[in-house]
């Protein structure tokens, strides 16, 4: 069984480019969802896709956008990129169950982006 | 909103000794409790999670209890090796499936 994987490993960018970062879900999971992960710090939900549909959102600004396909692997999309931007960006995939497992989530290898 | 309170680290060890890493939350209904792992240059891994009060988590000789009295689910390992060594997070998961995390806890284990 294939877990998560997210493409690329590391980018680069400069102030006010836009970047796409790419997530496949495990096998069998119709959720993604999305977390930044700045230096030192916990996780930052950014929101969820299930079924193709934005279903929950943090406190981000619009420039954070996304897309999940309909084989449930996803996208997000940074415009507009800031300094502050530079983090790890994690995927985490769940099961069609996962309400009734209390929520676990598998998470990928992360995209690391440094904003220059 | 609800939220996760870690102990800061680093949590410094010696190979085979007692650890303790605690975490406490603060939740408007009856949240599920997490401990992820992230292991350097890795994502995070699942550890173990509790669903309701009283629960206990456990893997690989890691525990945790859900303690709902005292919005608890401090992380404990009876003893510890050098491969443990890496950042350890206490999170909920709210009926949405959202993670909230703490900030997380950097464990280091000398030979």
């Known amino acids: 069984e294939t877990g998560v994987t997210q493409s690329p490993t590391h980018l680069i960018k400069t102030r006010g480019q836009q970047v796409t970062l790419r997530c496949s879900s495990q096998s069998g999971h119709n959720t993604v969802s999305w977390y930044q992960q700045a230096l030192g710090q916990g996780p930052q939900f950014i929101f969820q896709y299930y079924r193709e549909e934005e279903n929950g959102r943090g406190n981000f600004p619009p420039r954070f956008s996304g897309l999940q396909f309909p084989n449930y692997s996803s996208e997000l999309n940074v415009n507009a990129l800031e300094l502050d931007d530079s983090a790890l960006y994690l995927c985490?995939?769940?099961?069609?169950?996962?309400?009734?497992?209390?929520?676990?989530?598998?998470f990928g290898p992360g995209t690391r982006l440094t904003v220059l | 909103g609800d939220s996760v309170t870690q102990m800061e680290g680093p949590v410094t060890l010696s190979e085979e000794a007692f650890l303790t890493i605690n975490c406490t939350y603060t939740a408007t209904g009856y949240p599920s409790l997490f401990w992820y792992v992230q292991y350097p240059g890795e994502g995070l891994q699942l550890l173990l999670k509790a669903t309701k009060a009283d629960d206990k988590g456990s893997n690989k000789g890691f525990e945790a209890t859900y303690r709902k009295e005292t919005t608890s689910f401090h992380l404990e390992k009876g003893s510890v090796q050098v491969s443990d060594s890496a950042v350890y997070f206490c999170a909920l998961s709210d009926r949405t499936d959202k993670l909230i995390f703490g900030t997380g806890t950097r464990l280091q284990v000398f030979p």
């Open positions: 985490a995939s769940s099961p069609p169950t996962s309400g009734r497992a209390g929520g676990e989530q598998f």
